[in-house]
Nanobody, 123 residues
Framework: QLQLVESGGGLVQPGGSLRLSCAAS????????IGWFRQSPGKEREGVSC????????YYIGSVKGRFTISRDNAKNTVYLQMNSLKPEDTAVYYC????????????????WGQGTQVTVSS
């Protein structure tokens, strides 16, 4: 059974850092594009970053570029999202998901989802 489990969320002050983990089971992460998404109350779920299955290329939305880094550890079958210089507007539930398509960041193109982890940036 294909499963994704996120962890690493929490409460952090503005300017702080968190590292989210997405542990996969039932499949290998390098065979799928793995994306990170976030959703805050009253807003649509948005793609934040993804790492391509084909060559490991990474993609970011403009608001996190230079602050967030996505990476993949094939040995641990886990994808990470390192988040630095966090801002209050980064507050959301963060989800990881898997897609059979290469390098996509639209939620509708992802087939498998984790349960989410809350990130709150506040002083």
């Amino acid at each position: 059974q294909l499963q994704l489990v996120e962890s690493g969320g929490g409460l952090v002050q503005p300017g702080g850092s968190l590292r989210l983990s997405c542990a996969a089971s039932g499949f290998t992460v390098d065979y799928y594009t793995i994306g990170w998404f976030r959703q805050s109350p009253g807003k649509e779920r948005e793609g934040v970053s993804c790492i391509s299955s084909s060559d490991g290329s990474t993609y970011y939305i403009g608001s996190v570029k230079g602050r967030f880094t996505i990476s993949r550890d094939n040995a641990k079958n886990t994808v990470y999202l390192q988040m630095n210089s966090l801002k209050p507007e980064d507050t959301a539930v963060y989800y990881c998901a898997a897609s059979t398509l290469d390098g996509v960041l639209s939620p509708g193109e992802y087939d498998y989802w984790g349960q989410g982890t809350q990130v709150t940036v506040s002083s």
